[in-house]
């Protein structure tokens, strides 16, 4: 079992770029979970899906983020147009019900 | 609203001692989860150890346990024998059993003097 899977590890976007992070959760799971962690901060929730539904972003920026979760595939959290105040550590996490498995997160650098 | 408050920004240990780490939050329910997870530079959110509000007993984890205290609403990690690979940050969270967002404290920074 590999585990949550998150990639890429490090991404650098310039402001006005797309930043695109995918979540592979664990075998089996199908609930996905996004957290952001700024610099010195715990995590903050962003968005809850399950495959082809999204249940709750109310931690998700109004503007520019959007996140997937398809029948095939990984999930997906999209930022468009960056700036550098997105600059963080993303992290996915998944569940089969209540326990939580989280990745090793991408951390988006914004230049 | 839920918060947890990790008031020990970094705390240091010698080698093999023990060390505790404080936590409060602050919660109107009476039935929740509680947790300490371990950030290591690798970044990687490992769980360390979970307590559930309506347990009495103390979680212990091999060299960690806690120190739960409902009614002052206090969740404090103890680590005995500490590890150079102890190393890391440790994050306390919350979660309603009913709901499934993990509040997050800010962080403890653990340095373990060799």
């Known amino acids: 079992n590999a585990g949550v899977m998150q990639n890429p590890r490090h991404l650098v976007r310039r402001r006005g770029q797309e930043a695109r992070l995918r979540c592979s959760p664990m075998?089996?799971?199908?609930?996905v979970y996004w957290y952001r962690q700024l610099p010195e901060e715990g995590l903050k929730f962003m968005v809850y899906l399950q495959k082809e539904n999204i249940i709750d972003e109310s931690g998700m920026p109004k503007e520019r983020f959007s996140a997937e979760f398809p029948k095939e595939g990984p999930s997906i959290l999209r930022i468009q147009q960056v700036v550098r105040g997105d600059s963080a550590a993303y992290f996915c996490a998944s569940s089969l019900r209540y326990g939580y498995t989280f990745g090793s997160g991408t951390r988006l650098t914004v230049v | 609203a839920q918060t947890v408050t990790q008031s020990q920004p970094e705390m240091s240990v010698q080698e093999a001692e023990t060390v505790t780490l404080s936590c409060t939050y602050d919660t109107s329910e009476s039935d929740y989860y509680l947790f300490w997870y371990k950030q290591p530079p690798s970044r990687q959110m490992i769980l360390v150890i979970r307590?559930?509000?309506?347990k009495q007993q103390n979680a212990t984890e091999n060299r960690f346990s806690v120190n739960f205290q409902k009614a002052a609403k206090s969740f404090s990690l103890k680590i005995s024998d500490s590890q150079l690979g102890d190393a890391a940050m440790y994050f306390c969270?919350?979660?309603?059993?009913?709901?499934?967002?993990?509040?997050w404290g800010a962080g403890t920074k653990l340095i373990i003097k060799p």
């Open positions: 075998k089996g799971h199908s609930h």
């Open positions: 969270a919350y979660r309603n059993p009913l709901h499934y967002q993990l509040i």
């Open positions: 307590q559930e509000a309506y």
